[in-house]
């Protein structure tokens, strides 16, 4: 946001150099169901486009209509996520928002004794700021490793990052409105207009139970990495809800409503963020009454360092990469250069704070020149590790979370 507090972000700002480059063809991801079919280098098909944008990386573009950029997964490198390196997941338009953030005002009512309505500079000056580092995750993250291919834009690894959020506890807010004791469920509503550009409804309305939105790390925050947080990030300011899925973390927030039941907005029925109570199969219509709200994200790791596809001239490689869990901490990371024959462990970084992804660092002797892939498979605290395939095949792509793979050729 500019200085002398006033925001002049528009969305015409914001999508101002939204055209893309392309790169060229190379071999489709190690472990994707692309990768598994595809015949031979000649057949493979085109890179990414890449997003033009200020303020960031050239992330991979997955849709433009709305706007869905991922993360590289050499990009991820960083234990602070850069907010230029920050994946792009739109469900909408961008608003167009102008004037002081600090007169956004957020509407708190429903199943409350004092409805709100609050400014956000009120909430800066009556509760308390805290800062923590947050993975913020798509919830469709990792959907083109299933096969057949599930609905919904391709996901790699990389519709996640790990910045620092400073804002207030959504817990203060919803404890200064009075919870009654039927309060359930909220319900989520941002500013974004529909893609047909109408206001008047929304987008998508997603919500939580009270006892997620209680805890201390479920935030509205006003700043992204110590900075005004930009509009694509859902300035004023937006929710954050660490380790569930990202459609929760609504941007461009303007109201919360406190529910007495489940939240029934759009976003919340048919298969939309939900999974199978029990295994389909792939492929499958599948029965949505048969499903159960997506909540936690799956344990991942992501190798980031080397790049895939890297030539090396030396058989010693040194690696490094990330690791989360949706449910808690991560207590193993293992390495692997022959196809899960044998496994070498990691040594893992303490996270910063709950629901921080964590470094993974690692180094092992490659016996010969030539063709290998290294493999990583994290374990959290509660003992659930990654599957060696995409699990659990939905038909919205939810929870694939394979171990991840790159290939290195090592030059004679």
């Known amino acids: 946001m500019p200085k002398k507090g006033t925001f002049r972000a528009s969305r015409r700002n914001v999508l101002k150099g939204v ?32 997003l033009e944008m200020d303020g960031k990386a050239k992330l991979a573009v997955l849709g433009d209509r709305p706007l869905v950029a991922e993360t590289q997964a050499e990009l991820m490198d960083d ?9 792009v997941r739109n469900n909408g338009g ?6 002081d953030p600090k007169a956004w005002k957020i509407k708190i009512d429903g199943e409350v004794n004092t409805p709100l309505e609050i400014s956000v500079g009120e909430m800066m000056s009556r509760f308390p700021s805290v800062t923590y580092q947050l993975t913020l995750e798509c919830g469709g993250n990792g959907r083109s490793f299933f096969s057949p291919e599930a609905r919904g834009n391709q996901w790699t690894n990389g519709g996640v990052g790990c910045p620092q959020w400073t804002g207030i506890r ?15 469920f909220t319900g989520h509503y941002g500013a974004d207009p529909t893609l047909a550009g109408e206001t008047d409804k929304p ?24 900075q005004d947080m930009p509009l694509i990030h859902g300035a004023p300011a937006r929710l954050v809800v660490p380790g569930w899925a990202g459609s929760l973390s609504t941007k461009w927030l303007k109201r919360i409503w406190v529910r007495d039941k489940e939240h029934d907005g759009p976003g919340m029925g048919g298969f939309s963020y939900r999974v199978p109570k029990k295994p389909i199969v792939p492929g499958s219509k599948g029965d949505e009454k048969d499903t159960a709200i997506l909540e936690a994200m ?57 629901f921080a992804w964590q470094r993974f660092t690692a180094s092992v002797d490659l016996p010969s020149p ?22 659990n095949w939905n038909p919205q792509g939810y929870g694939a979370n394979p171990i991840n793979r790159i290939r290195v050729l090592v030059e004679s």
């Open 79 to 87: 234990d602070v996520t850069p907010t230029a390196k920050l994946f």
């Open 19 to 50: 055209g893309m480059a392309t790169i060229g063809a190379s071999l489709p991801p190690v472990g994707s169901a692309m990768a598994q079919s595809a015949p031979a280098a000649s057949a493979a098909p085109k890179g990414p486009k890449l």
């Open 203 to 226: 987008t998508i309305s997603r919500g939580m139970p009270i006892a997620k939105a209680m805890d201390e790390h479920t935030l509205i925050a006003f700043k992204l990495n110590g």
């Open 170 to 184: 959504l817990a203060d807010v919803l404890k200064a409105a009075g919870l009654k004791p039927s309060a359930a």
């Open 298 to 354: 799956p344990v991942r790791s992501v190798i980031t360092f080397p790049a895939d596809g890297t030539k090396l001239t030396s058989r010693k490689l040194d690696l490094r990469g990330q690791a989360w869990s949706g449910e808690g901490d991560i207590k193993s990371v293992d390495i692997s250069t022959d196809y899960g024959v044998t496994w070498k462990t990691a040594k893992v970084n303490a996270p910063a704070n709950k």
């Open 370 to 391: 030539g063709y290998y892939e290294v493999w990583a498979k994290a374990t959290d605290a509660k003992g659930v590790t990654q599957p060696f395939t995409a699990a």
């Open 94 to 99: 961008v608003p167009d928002i102008t004037g």
